[in-house]
Structures are given as structure tokens and as C-alpha cells.
């Protein structure tokens, strides 16, 4: 099973936390504080750590990452922060965070992020191609086919379905999507992910299949083979 | 004014600092003028004593008291004195002057004093002993001397009183006229501080540094009048957009609570309940955004971005959504980049919240322009539309947190946009207009040269 440590000092936050993390079907263990998530980090045993940004005391979200990744510790991490200021999300992603999200979070929002996360460590890093049923693409001459037909995407359509299949059988939020193949970082609110996705749509699925890609209502997106 | 204020006032102060100051230098330079003087006169009278001597000693005891008694015919009076002496101190010829008490030095001038009808005189002189025994004495009044020393030091001392009392008078006007400059500062100030947010400080236009200061001070003012009107107005405007969700909120959840539906119903019920709490926060969230962008604690984080690349992002990013609505989304422009200092994601965020706007304001058919300029007036992007345009009376409000023109109140939107991307475009230094486009609207975001 696997397992979460969310390192917390807002008890109320924590108990959401852990339970939105637990509905998803992760065990989840809590530490209140930086040093007793220190130590629990420490001893292993996570795959990974949702931690807050501002803690109390002398060890911060920020000082205990630090720490963790000199000893060594490479386990995944998620900041959590009530700071939005985009040098606040530099600095945590340069201590060693591997994702950062804003309070208040979302849950359909934590749990695809800590998806993706853990999806990134067990993914192989050398792949040359991808493949989702009969859906393939690859990595090298950027050339996509659906059942062995050529598909003519756009740059952008690209990567949104590359990023896509990296994460099938995932749900993948907007805002992951817009961070992630957009490469820019504010709460975007308009529809246009989803006028992206629907031309996505129109390219991949031949007339009359059901889509490939599913929209989760009041979530985003999953990418699944075709049924 | 009270007068018993006037030492404290720094201009007083300053005006009696430079007074003392001068008066010091004053004082210093007559004392060196003085003693200068002094010794001028004193090394000419001692040259001419010596010189004499040094003439009087060519002739013999006899020739010289002939001289001297042609001379005492001649010049009788007793400003320069010749006179010999005999051992006794009794005149033997030359001038009628009295011997001096006595002789420090011979054949070195010295100073002494003789009575001269009944009147204390000074002198100086030079003794030499002849081989008589006699004593020949050459002296000089220093009467000249004591009385060119009386007008200067009278000169010194006229000359300090009207110092003195012209630098007094001096900084009593320049104090004055600061307590009084102060108390028509300190009263606009304490009327401004009992509320009356419109007042002003005084200023007397001659662009000094009081008003220079003043203005600054005034600007502040106006900067302050404006928020607090600002924060008045989003809090109008909050507690009227959130009335609305929140009683459809309440309401929803009430008829439920009554109702007492089936297990489906609340279960809609709640779905409901939650898109409406999810607005709220919405509100809420772009609310916190703008104050934070306003802030400018961002600033900290900013680097060198290409404007140009971030513009064609955001177009591409739009794209399929005007596409959607058939309209025609085109962007032009010469420059390849525009580098400038900032924040990527904010500028994006700000060209998108511009495109997001003519798209939805603009009817089926039309077309959104997007143009990157450099110019001697400045360089950045404008967004033009022919859409229904924003009537010039509303152009000021709609920069407004939550201000919606009438027309647009049928379109979804929080009212927020525009106020977000004034907030951003200030947070860049760069200006953002709104004008006619004849018809439609074009929204300009420039940052001036050097600005």
C-alpha cells in the first residue's frame, strides 16, 4: 500500500488532509510539526510527503526539505502553502520540492498532483515512445498515430497528449495541464483548457468512438485506452 | 504665533548658528587685522628711529646740538622729537620733550610714557649714549598710532552691532515666517486627521523646498483619498456580489433542510451547495490575488522576460477559443522580442484576462487584434476588438474591483478581470489605457521609455 506522510501543524488542514488522502486509498501517517516530520521522513517508509511550507518552530516546511535532500532522502515531495508569490514557488521547488500547491487546496487537485508525483518515480526515465492502446506516440520524431493512422498535431496538441499519456489512467487536472504544457503558473479559471482538449479530442477519436480522453466533472481529464 | 516658540523653530536656530558663525569670522578677522596693523606701524616708526640715528651719528657733539637746535626752530612741535639729555635727565637742546623715567636698552626702541601739560603721553623712542655722556633720544608720538587704533576698534564694534542685530532681526523674520509656514501646515494637517480627507496642504508656489515637500505630502494625500474611496467601494461591491451566491447558498440548503427529499435530491442538493461555495471562494481567490499583485511584494522575483514570446503564448493559448466563436484572432506587430523586467506568469495572466474579454464581448464574425508595438512613446501590446466597445463614461470604473457595464451584467464574470490586470500592468510600470476603436474597444499596455 502506499504510503503518505503530510507533515501539518494546522490540525483541522491535517485531519482534511489525511482524509481526502486516505479516500484515495493512500495509508497516511502525520507529523505536527518540522521535526517530528524530520525524523519520520528520515526513517523512510514513504512514498511521498506532503508538506507544509510555513511550520512552527525553528525547522520550516522549506528547512526540513533542505535537510532531507542532503542526507539523501529523494523521496517525492509536495509543498503545500498558503504563500502564492511566484518566487515563494522558485524557492520551494529549488530546496527540492517536486511539486507546489497553493491553500486552499483542492483535493481532486492534491490527489492527481501526488498521482502524477508517484507515477514519475516508477515511470521508466528512458522511454522512446508511449503507447495507450492503440494510440502511440513517439518520444523521438514526434510522430503520433492512432491505429497506425498519422495523426497532424499542432505543437501544443503535442505536448497536452504526451503529458497525457505520461499520465494515463490518471486524472490530470487543468491547472496541471496549463503548468505543465503552458509552462505558466496562475490559477487560470476560463474554459480554454477545455476548448484545447475537445479539439484534442476531434483529432484523436475517429468519427463515432467514444473519446479517449474522458472529462471528471469538476476534476479534468483522463486519458484511457479505448474500450 | 507665540513668540516664546520662536528658539525652537530650526530656521531661528539655523539663522543664529550662521550669525555666530559670522560673527566669530568677523571677530577673527579684525583681531588678525589689529595685531597686523600694530605691527606695521610699530616696524615703520621703529625704521625711521633707526634711520635717524644712524644719520645723527655722522656728526659730532657740537654739530649736533646745532642741528637739533635748527630743528627744535624748525619743527617745534612734538610729534617727532629730537632731544639730548645730559646724565641728570635735564634737556641740554632739541625738541621740549620731558626725559623718560627710564632707559631700557640703548640703541633699541622701546616704549614710553612722559607728561606733557598735564596729560600722559605715549612715545617711542630710541636712546643712544653720546661720548659726552649726554643722551640723545629720538622719539615719535604714538598719538597717530593710538587714535587710528580708536577707529578701528570703533569700526569693529559699530560694525558688530549691526551684525548682530541684522542677523537677530534676520532670524526672527525667518522664524517667523516658518512658525507661521508650520501652524497653516499643522491645521490643514489636524483637519485632515479629524477626517476631512479632501483637504490639503498649503503652498505658497514658489517651489522651495517646504513646497516641494508639501506637494509630495499632497500627493500622498491623494494616493490615500483614492484608496480609501477604492476600499469603500470593494466593500460595497464585495458585500453586494457575495450577497447574492450566498442567499442562493442558504436558500438551497433551507429547502432541503424542509423538504426532507429523497437520498438523489440531497445529493443534488449538496452539488449545488457546492458550485455555489466554489464561486464564492472564486471570488475570493482572484480578491487575494489582486491585493497581492497590488502589493508588490512580487517585484522581488522578477527577471528579464520577453514580452513578445509571452504575448504569443497567450494568442496561441486563445486561439481555438475565438475559433470557437468564429471570430478572427490576429497578432502583428515588428518587434521579434520585447525584454523587459518582470514576472512571465503575470504578464500572461494579464494579456489573457485582455484576450479573455474581447473574445467574450466580441460578437460572432468580429475580430480581436493584437498588436506589439515599439515606439519613441513606449513599447508594449495593445489589444483591440469591435465588439460593443466601453462608452468613455465608464472607462474610469471599469478598472473598478467588481464593476460590470450594464451591458456586459448578461455575460458571466466576476468584474475582477480588468482590475487584476491594472493591478499587474502598475506592478510593471506600465500603463494601461483604454480607448475607442471606432468600433469596439483597444486596451494598451505600455511601459514608457526609462519608465
Given at each position: ?20 488522502l486516505e479516500d484515495h486509498g493512500f495509508e497516511v501517517d502525520h507529523a505536527q510539526d518540522g521535526k517530528a516530520g524530520l525524523l519520520k521522513a528520515a526513517a523512510g517508509g514513504y512514498d511521498a510527503i506532503i508538506l507544509d511550507r510555513m511550520l512552527p518552530g525553528e525547522l520550516d516546511g522549506l528547512g526540513v526539505l533542505s535537510t532531507l535532500r542532503a ?157 | ?451
Amino acid at each position: 500500500m502506499t504510503r503518505m506522510l503530510v507533515v501539518e501543524d494546522d490540525t483541522i488542514t491535517a485531519q482534511e488532509l489525511r482524509a481526502a488522502l486516505e479516500d484515495h486509498g493512500f495509508e497516511v501517517d502525520h507529523a505536527q510539526d518540522g521535526k517530528a516530520g524530520l525524523l519520520k521522513a528520515a526513517a523512510g517508509g514513504y512514498d511521498a510527503i506532503i508538506l507544509d511550507r510555513m511550520l512552527p518552530g525553528e525547522l520550516d516546511g522549506l528547512g526540513v526539505l533542505s535537510t532531507l535532500r542532503a542526507v539523501g532522502v529523494e523521496v517525492p515531495v509536495l509543498i503545500v502553502s498558503a504563500l502564492s508569490a511566484v518566487d515563494e514557488r522558485v524557492r520551494g521547488l529549488k530546496a527540492g520540492g517536486d511539486d507546489y500547491l497553493v491553500k486552499p487546496v483542492e483535493f481532486v487537485e492534491l490527489t492527481a498532483r501526488v498521482e502524477a508525483l508517484l507515477r514519475r518515480r516508477t515511470a521508466p526515465t528512458r522511454v522512446s515512445r508511449l503507447q495507450v492502446g492503440d494510440l502511440e506516440l513517439d518520444l523521438i520524431t514526434h510522430r503520433v498515430t492512432r491505429a497506425g493512422r498519422a495523426l497532424d498535431l499542432l505543437p501544443r496538441e503535442y505536448e497536452l497528449l504526451e503529458y497525457l499519456m505520461r499520465q494515463a489512467g490518471q486524472v490530470v487536472t487543468r491547472t496541471m495541464l496549463f503548468e505543465q504544457v503552458w509552462k505558466y503558473h496562475y490559477p487560470e479559471s476560463s474554459n480554454v483548457i477545455d476548448v484545447h482538449i475537445s479539439k484534442l479530442r476531434r483529432k484523436i477519436d475517429p468519427e463515432g468512438a467514444s473519446p479517449m480522453i474522458q472529462t471528471i466533472r469538476g476534476a479534468g481529464y483522463i486519458l484511457n485506452a479505448a474500450s | 504665533m507665540r513668540l516664546r516658540e520662536l528658539p525652537r523653530t530650526t530656521s531661528f536656530r539655523l539663522a543664529l548658528f550662521f550669525l555666530l558663525l559670522f560673527g566669530g569670522a568677523s571677530v577673527t578677522l579684525f583681531g588678525v587685522l589689529y595685531v597686523q596693523m600694530q605691527g606695521f606701524l610699530v616696524a615703520r616708526t621703529d625704521e625711521w628711529l633707526l634711520r635717524e640715528r644712524v644719520d645723527l651719528s655722522r656728526f659730532s657733539p657740537e654739530e649736533l646740538r646745532t642741528r637739533l637746535q635748527a630743528r627744535a626752530l624748525v619743527d617745534p612741535s612734538l610729534e617727532r622729537a629730537m632731544a639730548i639729555f645730559d646724565p641728570a635727565g635735564r634737556r641740554l637742546d632739541g625738541t621740549a620733550l620731558p626725559a623718560p623715567a627710564t632707559i631700557p636698552a640703548w640703541d633699541t626702541p622701546f616704549d614710553f610714557a612722559v607728561a606733557l601739560n598735564g596729560k600722559r603721553e605715549q612715545y617711542r623712542g630710541i636712546a643712544r649714549r653720546l661720548e659726552t655722556g649726554d643722551t640723545l633720544l629720538i622719539a615719535q608720538g604714538l598719538h597717530e598710532t593710538d587714535e587710528f587704533n580708536e577707529a578701528l576698534v570703533r569700526a569693529m564694534l559699530i560694525g558688530g552691532i549691526l551684525t548682530v542685530v541684522l542677523g537677530l532681526g534676520g532670524a526672527v523674520f525667518v522664524g517667523v515666517g516658518a512658525v507661521r509656514r508650520l501652524d497653516a501646515v499643522t491645521l490643514a494637517i489636524r483637519k485632515i486627521v479629524a477626517g476631512d480627507l479632501s483637504n490639503r496642504l498649503p503652498t505658497r508656489g514658489t517651489s522651495d523646498d517646504v513646497d516641494r515637500l508639501v506637494h509630495v505630502v499632497n500627493g500622498m494625500l491623494e494616493e490615500i483619498d483614492r484608496l480609501m474611496r477604492e476600499v469603500k467601494g470593494v466593500c460595497d461591491n464585495i458585500a453586494h456580489d457575495l450577497r447574492t451566491p450566498l442567499t442562493r447558498l442558504l436558500g438551497g440548503l433551507e429547502r432541503v433542510r424542509r423538504h426532507d427529499p429523497p437520498k438523489e435530491a440531497y445529493g443534488l442538493a449538496v452539488d449545488d451547495a457546492i458550485t455555489e461555495t466554489k464561486g464564492i471562494l472564486k471570488t475570493f481567490a482572484a480578491l487575494l490575488r489582486i491585493s497581492e499583485v497590488e502589493d508588490g511584494a512580487r517585484r522581488s522575483g522578477f527577471v528579464s522576460v520577453d514580452l513578445a514570446a509571452i504575448v504569443q503564448d497567450a494568442v496561441d493559448f486563445y486561439e481555438p477559443l475565438a475559433d470557437e466563436k468564429q471570430l478572427a484572432l490576429s497578432l502583428s506587430g515588428q518587434p521579434v522580442s520585447l525584454p523587459l523586467m518582470g514576472d512571465a506568469s503575470l504578464l500572461f495572466e494579464a494579456v489573457g484576462n485582455l484576450l479573455d474579454n474581447a473574445i467574450k464581448f466580441t460578437p460572432p464574425g468580429g475580430h480581436v487584434r493584437v498588436e506589439l508595438f515599439v515606439s519613441a512613446a513606449g513599447r508594449g501590446v495593445s489589444v483591440a476588438d469591435d465588439g460593443p466597445g466601453i462608452p468613455p463614461a465608464e472607462r474610469e470604473a471599469v478598472l473598478r474591483r467588481f464593476y460590470r457595464t450594464e451591458k456586459s451584467r448578461s455575460t458571466p464574470g466576476s468584474g475582477l478581470g480588468l482590475s487584476l490586470v491594472a493591478g499587474i500592468a502598475g506592478l510593471h510600470g506600465m500603463a494601461l489605457t483604454l480607448a475607442d476603436n471606432d468600433p469596439g474597444c483597444r486596451i494598451t499596455l505600455a511601459k514608457m521609455p526609462d519608465a
